[in-house]
């Protein structure tokens, strides 16, 4: 598919950099060794700068090749939706064959240049068996809906405003999605939008139909 000429310019970091990121700065993003009482902002301003530090997706956007792993119990959440309903991941798994879980934020490059083809996986694909779930990491729900209904973004949209779901999946840099099969299952972990993702949700959905 071809990109969107219309995506909105970034509001926030205008490029991935490619310095070696800070311990410290892992720590902080983490939410280990920081002060008690830390405040919101401040862990937001972390996990974002070393985002920026680790170039965003961290990858050149190819499919990792993963070793399958099950969920473990904190990586079952609950987390708002934009209209300010609970939503529980394990719910959604029960209803799907597969789900598509990518963490992203409005200001991330990478994030915006691979919606479009995330809208047209979710309008191929998307439906009874499989889903791309979003998860935005660290904005508020006015931004985060104000951006999707300039994109158009047709799956829905979950906010991770503390980033206690990001830390739990062990997210240092964004986009990044995650396959998991209705099982539990992590089948795929992919930084950008790529044929391998593409293959593997086919792959999947044709597995699990059997």
């Known amino acids: 598919m071809k990109k969107n000429d219309a995506v909105p310019p970034a509001t926030g970091p205008a490029a991935c950099g490619t310095l070696p990121f800070s311990p410290v700065i892992l720590r902080a993003a983490s939410g280990r060794g920081l002060p008690f009482g830390v405040t919101r902002g401040w862990r937001v301003f972390s996990f974002c700068l070393l985002v920026l530090i680790t170039g965003c997706?961290?990858?050149?956007?190819?499919?990792?090749?993963?070793?399958s792993r099950r969920?473990?119990?904190?990586?079952?959440?609950t987390l708002r939706n934009l209209e300010g309903e609970a939503v529980r991941f394990d719910e959604?798994?029960?209803?799907?064959?597969?789900?598509?879980?990518?963490?992203?934020?409005?200001?991330?490059?990478?994030?915006?240049?691979?919606?479009?083809?995330?809208?047209e996986l979710q309008a191929r694909r998307?439906?009874?068996?499989?889903?791309?779930?979003?998860?935005?990491?660290?904005?508020?729900?006015?931004k985060v809906r104000a951006f999707s209904e300039k994109m158009g973004i047709n799956y829905p949209l979950?906010?991770?405003?503390?980033?206690?779901?990001?830390?739990?999946?062990?997210?240092?840099?964004?986009?990044?999605?995650?396959?998991?099969?209705?099982?539990g299952m992590i089948v795929g972990?992919?930084?950008?939008?790529?044929?391998?993702?593409?293959?593997?949700v086919e792959a999947v959905l044709k597995r699990e139909a059997r």
């Open 57 to 67: 997706g961290g990858s050149d956007g190819s499919g990792e090749a993963v070793s």
């Open 126 to 142: 998307g439906g009874d068996s499989f889903t791309v779930l979003g998860v935005d990491v660290g904005e508020s729900a006015a």
């Open 71 to 77: 969920l473990t119990e904190d990586q079952y959440f």
């Open 92 to 119: 959604v798994l029960e209803g799907k064959k597969a789900v598509l879980l990518n963490f992203w934020a409005t200001w991330c490059p990478p994030c915006r240049e691979e919606i479009p083809d995330l809208v």
């Open 158 to 183: 979950l906010l991770d405003d503390d980033m206690e779901v990001a830390r739990a999946y062990g997210v240092v840099g964004i986009p990044t999605s995650l396959l998991v099969a209705s099982d």
């Open 189 to 200: 972990e992919y930084h950008g939008y790529t044929s391998k993702l593409v293959s593997d």
